[in-house]
């Protein structure tokens, strides 16, 4: 068990103790049941699969905001949705839990297997698309399946792939299934029982012959449903095989839905006051209108940043300018001549700038002008506003309006980043674009780190440094920057380094020059020592109560006693009664005089701290305590000890 940093520095009134004994750690309880199907209620160890399922509505804009993701627990053909416990996705796991409906509360993840296979994102994935109904099929014909998934979005993902990737495979006939399972008031849970309905098919589809097992993607289309899911249009597991289409099939759900399997999260916006990333920003989860990822009903490519981490951008296809420089990119969806993008890395960030020249041909040929006529810029990592992998566009031409359709950068504008980078555009012509990257030389770059076996946070005033994730700033020549070091709930700060030294909370840096600064965090822990485990002089009494820390004090009313805790810390407290009978004491550490303070109370406090101190490193010290005497309330009691340690 761990406490925040213990309680404080010297406290003005008295304080309770959350808990003096320290708990041990209970037994879990796991009971591993014959039967598969675990029972409601009761703790259980389930094996299965972790699974991020991405849900997508018709209407993608107004749902702009909504979480679209929900971990699974996929075990056999049932699905339990991953609470308490956060677990990587794609994952072979045991997990102790409760289950709950269709939840499982879990305690504790165990990864058996961190390298399932996905569906591979180059050469040729093999699709098994299979029509499933319950009631009756719809309008939707093999044959429209079949050249929907491997004619038109085959040649969708090897043009955006430029010729990585493309997709083959078969559509089954219309197969009669049961059906998914119902709610209390009858109606279909399509969407919570998404593995039943998948297994129902799959079992169909065997039973007419096909190898299920050998594909590496498996899509499930049935008439629309309604129930749990009248509003989606299709959901699909992220980074691995399995999609499902409510009674929708297009170009636009098939891309989208199978850029989930393939990996990829949303195409995201982040629109900030000013432009650019800074301040008061907005996050769009579907924000990007130019990419299938995104809100595009123009069903365009993927941008530079998603098509990287699919693997389609190698060979030359993005040149990095982090060094600065310029360079000629092609047309986006122009494949034969690279590079189709440029990308500038800043420094200890995770921090991209991903530039790109989008025009209407190919598969973009349905794009908007506001989408093609200049360079868009998206951002990834550090700052980026994106929760997840997937980047986020921003509108570096905050003059017109601050949109996502006000956003390239058009030929002859600039528009330099808080963090120092300028990016210029060039001329265009026809289907190409110059592109120019410097660094903001006339600022020195502000650079902090956080270090130590714990964790906290560090930020600027100015802003500008908001670490993690935004550790470096730049700031004008002669800025007085301080900086100030937040740790996290059980962690201490432990002191600056580099530019900064001391163990203030606070520091301030002139900007006379390049500085970098380190802000140390350890983890700590409380250990609590009972009366027992201190050195008494003569003069003290014992005595019992449940309302004492471990059901023991000693006590003593006599002027002059004593007693002596030594410990190695960085925060020690006294833990000891107060009331109408209790006096003063003298407090002394490592042998000078403290403060004198009277545990004198109109009524009776139990296992208080009364006194507390912190010390800048973890360190030996002795402390002791003297009893004053009182005149007609005497008594000071000594209950416990608590010690801050680092861990
Ligand atoms: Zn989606």
Redesign the pocket.
Known sequence: MRAAKAFGAFLGGALTLPSLVMLSRLPATSTVLEDHRPVSGRSTTLTGVVRTL???TVT?KADRFQD?YRQYLVVGDQSYQLKGVKARSNTKVDVVGTISGDQIHATSVTTIDAELAGVPTTGSTRTLVMLAYWTSPDSLTRARAANQFFSDTSQWFQDASYGALKQSGAVTDWMPIAGPTRDANGDPECYADSEGLMAQAKDAAAAKGFDVASYDNHVVYFPKCSGDSINYA???YVGAPGAWLNGNLDRRVSV??Q??NYGL??SHSYLCNGGGVGNACTFGE?GDPFDA?GSSSYVGHFNAAQKSLLGWMDAGRVVDLSAGGTTTLSAFAAGAVPPQAAVVSVASSTRKYWIEYRQPIDYDAWLPSSGTDGLLIHVSGDGSGSPDAGSTLVDVRPADDISEYTATLQPGQSWTSFDGVTISAGLAAGTTASVSVSWETSLYPLTTAAAGSGSGTVTSLPAGIDCGPICSARYTPATAVTLRATPAIGSMFAGWSGDCSGYAPTCTVTMTQARSVGAAFTTTSVITYQEGQATFTAGWNSSSCLCFSGGTARWSKAAGASVVFQFNGRNVSFVSARGPERGAFLVYVDGAFRRKISNYAASRQSAVVVWSRDFETSSPHTLRIVVVGTSGHSRVDVDAFTVTTDT
Request: proline content about 0%; aromatic content about 12%; hydrophobic content about 30%.
């Open positions: 991405a849900v997508d993608t679209n299709g959901w699909a989208h839905e850029g989930h999260r949303h579907y990822m």
